[in-house]
Each structure stands twice: as C-alpha cells, then as structure tokens.
C-alpha cells in the first residue's frame, strides 16, 4: 500500500551544486564533512561512510522552512539525503490559480515536492497519500507506523521533523513530529531526531526593507508580481512569529488619503494594486505633484530612515490596497516565548546552521511550490531573504529508548 501511494526518484544534484564526493578523510569532521555540520550527527557521528539525512513532514514545502538549507548543504557535501512528505498537500490554500485547482491540487503538490528537491540536490524525493488535513486525526499508531517504515527503508543517522508544536499549531505538522518520535522509540538502533525550530525573532523587515530601499540612489519601481511575493512572505512571517512586524493589508478607495504630509508615522506601505500620486504641499499652499507609484512600489520609507515627519502626501488615484509593514507584534505566535521553548524540556540542547552557501538554493526550492509560494527565485531583495532564511534552528530531541533489535517487516517506502 505504502509503494502505491509512494511518488518518489532518485534525484541528482541540481545545476550549480557543489560536487557531491563519495569518499572523505576524517579530518576534524566526520567523513570529511564541514565541521559546522557535526552537531547534526551529534558525537556518535555516522562512522565511515556518508551520514545519512532525512526530513520527514507533514506536506510538501515543510521542508523548505524546516531544513532546506541545511540538507542541500549535507547533500553538497556528499551526505546521502531524503525528503519525505506524509501527505499530498491537497487540502492546502491555491495561490496561483494558474497552477492548479482544487482537483489537480495533491498530484501538482507531489511535483512541486521533488522540483524543490531537484533544487536542493536531494537524493529521494517521496510523497505519501495521509490525508492532508486528516493526518492530526489518524490514530497515532498508523502514522507512527508509516514513519517507522520509512525510517527502516532509508535507515537514516539523523532525522528531522517539526517539534511538538508544530511550529504553527498545525495538527497536522504536530502529528508528523509524534510519529517521528514514537517511531524512533520503537526502532532498533535509533537515529538521531532534531526538531525544527522557529525562535521568536526580535527583528523587523520593516527596517530590513527600508535600509534597501533607502540604498537605491532612485526609487524602486516595483512590479504586481513583487508585491504579491512580498506579501506571501509577510504571511509565512506571521504565521511562524520570525518577525517583529505587525502586518496587515489595508483598502483606500480613491481620492483618499494613504500617508498625509506633516505626520510622524513608522508605517512602510507596499502597493499591492491601484495607484497613488505623491504629492508635496508648499509653504504657500501650493501641491506639487511629484510621482504616481502603482503595484510593486514602496512610500513612507524616507521618513522611516531620517525619522522624520511625512514630506508629501501619499493620496489614491484610484481604489488601492496597501500591505502595511509596522513595529509591533499582532501576537501571532500564543505559547511561545522569545526563546521558541514551546514544550521543550528545560536543559534541551539546540543549535544553529548558516545556510549563507545554500541559500540559491533553498530559494529555487521555495519557489519550486507555486501554488504556495509564486515568487521568482530571483524576485525578492537579497538582504531580505539573508535576514529570513540563512539561519536554520534544531533542537535535539531527547534520546529515544530503543526497541529490542529485531527483523523488520516493514514495506520498503524509499
């Protein structure tokens, strides 16, 4: 049943990727691996051979988020890498109405799963059927025993799943972390379980943003399609609490004003459609009309930078939607505290890795999952990405007690 529901390759890695080595020295890492690495294997380490490296989820573009940057930098340098998705994804949101409908949904999501891992340099790629959306209600037993499955299948050294949490309160994404746990619990010889983690961040795109856009000597122009990429970040930001910013998007209709000359205001606006003029207001009372912005363009960000009062008026030309960046937290992560703690027991150990190298990367990957994330690989402000995407966080899970070794008579999933 598991080989039925299975869509899943080897994969090679994608264009640009370092080259994969199959044999290494110890050298200060294990099996030539780059030092900063090892905390991922932890001291027992994968002995010699290559680690093997798996992220088990619960939809397909968790692993983006999750440990895209860190697996496409185990499998640059010649780890033996998986993904696996317990479900289709079918149940998800369509934000791009081109790319697929509601009945298409699950087989387009299985094919946007392994182009990201085509992207990443992922060697198996597999998507489960579970049930998106149903997977939280499963018995736990079932899920944990697909887990287990393919957990004796590509017999990892490391395995990565969301934490109890789930990350977003998900109980899909918190489903996929208790199945990986008891799993492991149950398996004989145990492999290493991380959790990912999504600390609180203390800082703003907003400054972020309006540092780059205070870079150009012109003003940036943007387009439609910039702006509903910003957009869809700023959701993703918000629904795993890695900003500070409160964010929400706001209607004028027109001849209405958006920014008035004269006011203080820490509000960045982002044109998300319609059009505005900038207008600035002479001491004589005379209006100069200075730029019509359209979909894609920024105002407010001078004022922000020199923390100064409004230069111009900002009024509608026609009816306009603005995503509004401003300090502030709308508290979208309830039971998480600075530290991203969540459930963890006190003394767990965590750890960081700089997926700077990987970053193209884990990019091409977001972008690969159209229907979730329709953005251009190369669409977004670079600073930005750095600031949200070229830190993963783990936490170790606590150690497993191993199931008495046995003959496994799992069905092979990988």
């Given at each position: 049943?598991?080989?039925?529901?299975?869509?899943?390759?080897?994969?090679?890695?994608?264009?640009?990727?370092?080259?994969?080595?199959?044999?290494?020295?110890?050298?200060?890492?294990?099996?030539?691996?780059?030092?900063?690495?090892?905390?991922?294997?932890?001291?027992?380490?994968?002995?010699?051979?290559?680690?093997?490296?798996?992220?088990?989820?619960?939809?397909?573009?968790?692993?983006?988020?999750?440990?895209?940057?860190?697996?496409?930098?185990?499998?640059?340098?010649?780890?033996?890498?998986?993904?696996?998705?317990?479900?289709?994804?079918?149940?998800?949101?369509?934000?791009?109405?081109?790319?697929?409908?509601?009945?298409?949904?699950?087989?387009?999501?299985?094919?946007?799963?392994?182009?990201?891992?085509?992207?990443?340099?992922?060697?198996?790629?597999?998507?489960?059927?579970?049930?998106?959306?149903?997977?939280?209600?499963?018995?736990?037993?079932?899920?944990?025993?697909?887990?287990?499955?393919?957990?004796?299948?590509?017999?990892?050294?490391?395995?990565?799943?969301?934490?109890?949490?789930?990350?977003?309160?998900h109980p899909d994404h918190a489903m996929s972390c208790l199945a990986t746990a008891e799993a492991i619990r149950t398996t004989a010889d145990p492999p290493r379980l991380l959790h990912a983690r999504f600390p609180v961040q203390e800082?703003?795109?907003?400054?972020?943003?309006v540092a780059w856009l205070t870079s150009h000597d012109e003003r940036f122009t943007g387009t439609a399609e910039f702006g509903h990429a910003l957009k869809l970040i700023a959701d993703g930001c918000s629904m795993l609490g890695v900003?500070?910013?409160?964010?929400?998007?706001?209607?004028?209709?027109?001849?209405?004003?958006?920014?008035?000359?004269?006011?203080?205001?820490?509000?960045?606006?982002?044109?998300?459609?319609?059009?505005?003029?900038?207008?600035?207001?002479?001491?004589?009372?005379?209006?100069?009309?200075?730029?019509?912005?359209?979909?894609?363009?920024?105002?407010?960000?001078?004022?922000?930078?020199?923390?100064?009062?409004?230069?111009?008026?900002?009024?509608?030309?026609?009816?306009?939607?603005?995503?509004?960046?401003?300090?502030?937290?709308?508290?979208?992560?309830?039971?998480?505290?600075?530290?991203?703690?969540?459930?963890?027991?006190?003394?767990?150990?965590?750890?960081?890795?700089?997926?700077?190298?990987?970053?193209?990367?884990?990019?091409?990957?977001?972008?690969?999952?159209?229907?979730?994330?329709?953005?251009?690989?190369?669409?977004?402000?670079?600073?930005?990405?750095?600031?949200?995407?070229?830190?993963?966080?783990?936490?170790?899970?606590?150690?497993?007690?191993?199931?008495?070794?046995?003959?496994?008579?799992?069905?092979?999933?990988?």
């Amino acid at each position: 049943m598991l080989q039925e529901q299975m869509t899943g390759a080897r994969r090679v890695p994608s264009e640009g990727m370092a080259p994969r080595p199959r044999h290494g020295t110890r050298n200060g890492s294990r099996y030539g691996m780059p030092s900063d690495l090892a905390a991922l294997w932890g001291p027992a380490g994968a002995g010699n051979r290559p680690p093997r490296v798996l992220g088990l989820f619960a939809h397909p573009d968790d692993e983006v988020f999750c440990v895209g940057g860190t697996i496409a930098r185990c499998a640059a340098a010649g780890a033996t890498t998986a993904i696996v998705s317990l479900t289709r994804g079918e149940a998800g949101q369509i934000r791009d109405a081109t790319a697929a409908t509601r009945r298409t949904l699950g087989a387009v999501r299985a094919a946007e799963l392994a182009r990201a891992g085509d992207a990443l340099g992922v060697d198996h790629v597999t998507c489960l059927d579970l049930g998106d959306g149903r997977l939280g209600k499963q018995p736990l037993t079932e899920v944990a025993a697909t887990a287990r499955a393919v957990i004796a299948s590509f017999r990892p050294d490391v395995v990565v799943t969301f934490g109890p949490d789930g990350a977003t309160g998900h109980p899909d994404h918190a489903m996929s972390c208790l199945a990986t746990a008891e799993a492991i619990r149950t398996t004989a010889d145990p492999p290493r379980l991380l959790h990912a983690r999504f600390p609180v961040q203390e800082q703003l795109l907003l400054d972020v943003l309006v540092a780059w856009l205070t870079s150009h000597d012109e003003r940036f122009t943007g387009t439609a399609e910039f702006g509903h990429a910003l957009k869809l970040i700023a959701d993703g930001c918000s629904m795993l609490g890695v900003a500070a910013d409160h964010f929400d998007v706001e209607w004028f209709p027109a001849g209405s004003s958006i920014i008035e000359q004269g006011e203080f205001g820490t509000e960045l606006f982002c044109i998300l459609s319609g059009s505005a003029d900038i207008l600035a207001e002479g001491a004589d009372g005379h209006v100069h009309d200075l730029a019509t912005v359209g979909p894609g363009c920024f105002v407010g960000e001078d004022e922000i930078a020199t923390r100064c009062p409004r230069k111009a008026h900002v009024v509608a030309r026609e009816d306009v939607t603005c995503l509004v960046l401003s300090p502030g937290r709308a508290d979208p992560s309830a039971g998480r505290d600075a530290g991203g703690a969540g459930t963890e027991p006190a003394g767990t150990e965590r750890f960081a890795v700089d997926v700077h190298a990987a970053l193209d990367h884990k990019v091409a990957a977001l972008a690969a999952h159209r229907t979730q994330y329709a953005l251009g690989a190369d669409l977004l402000p670079r600073t930005l990405l750095e600031s949200l995407f070229a830190t993963e966080h783990f936490t170790v899970a606590q150690p497993a007690h191993a199931a008495p070794a046995e003959e496994s008579h799992e069905h092979a999933v990988l």
